[in-house]
Antibody, heavy 116, light 108 residues
Framework: EVQLVESGGGLVQPGGSLRLSCAAS????????VNWVRQAPGKGLEWISY???????FYAESVKGRFTASRDNAKDSLYLQMNGLRAEDTAVYYC??????????WGQGILVTVSS | SYVLTQPPSVSVAPGKTAMMTCGGD??????VHWYQQKPGQAPILIMS???DRSSGIPERFSGSNSGNTATLTISRVAAGDEADYYC???????????FGGGTKLTVL
């Protein structure tokens, strides 16, 4: 069974940093492209980042220069390093399997709250 | 940047047909994907590449894409179809994945 499990969320002050992880299981992680998507409370979906099975990475303009996505195929894990966090980064963050689009499997999501 | 426009809400009586649109500049030249999201749950892919239903999605769900509008159609709507629906495309010119703002489907 394909599973994606996010962790590392929580409360952080504006300007702070947080690192999210996404543990994959049930499939050959190294062969698959993955993405980060977020959803602010009561709002719609927003794509954040894409990582290919190789080294290609794309970012949304809203996070470019502040967020860094990476993967460790040996650990079947995806990461999102978030720096310079702002109140508007408050959201549920999902990892999702798939090419640039579409995404066939999603994690359950993890809440990140940026507030003083 | 590329923008996808979805009506915020659509209401339909049970057993009737719901049509949810996703507008974008020459969207017919792109592949459109649709997700269903119920409260407190992660989105699920229901339609990919304009009209390919995901496994387990009833035939009542269909998709089309032409010109400046893509459409997700749900026939014989049931209470269990009540959810938010999002369209998605890849805009190669800006190298950005774009989601529409979402449509809340209410079954009356």
């Amino acid at each position: 069974e394909v599973q994606l499990v996010e962790s590392g969320g929580g409360l952080v002050q504006p300007g702070g940093s947080l690192r999210l992880s996404c543990a994959a299981s049930g499939f050959t992680f190294s062969s698959h492209e993955v993405n980060w998507v977020r959803q602010a409370p009561g709002k719609g979906l927003e794509w954040i980042s894409y990582i290919s099975s190789g080294s290609t990475i794309f970012y949304a303009e809203s996070v470019k220069g502040r967020f860094t996505a990476s993967r460790d195929n040996a650990k079947d894990s995806l990461y999102l390093q978030m720096n310079g966090l702002r109140a508007e980064d408050t959201a549920v963050y999902y990892c999702a399997r798939g090419p640039l689009c579409p995404y066939d499997y999603w994690g359950q999501g993890i809440l990140v709250t940026v507030s003083s | 940047s590329y923008v996808l426009t979805q009506p915020p809400s659509v209401s339909v009586a049970p057993g009737k047909t719901a049509m949810m649109t996703c507008g974008g500049d020459n969207i017919g030249s792109k592949s459109v994907h649709w997700y269903q999201q119920k409260p407190g749950q992660a989105p699920i892919l229901i339609m990919s590449y304009d009209s390919d239903r995901s496994s387990g999605i009833p035939e009542r769900f269909s998709g089309s894409n032409s010109g400046n509008t893509a459409t997700l159609t749900i026939s014989r709507v049931a209470a269990g179809d009540e959810a938010d629906y999002y369209c998605q495309v890849w805009d190669s010119s800006s190298e950005q994945v774009v989601f529409g703002g979402g449509t809340k489907l209410t079954v009356l």
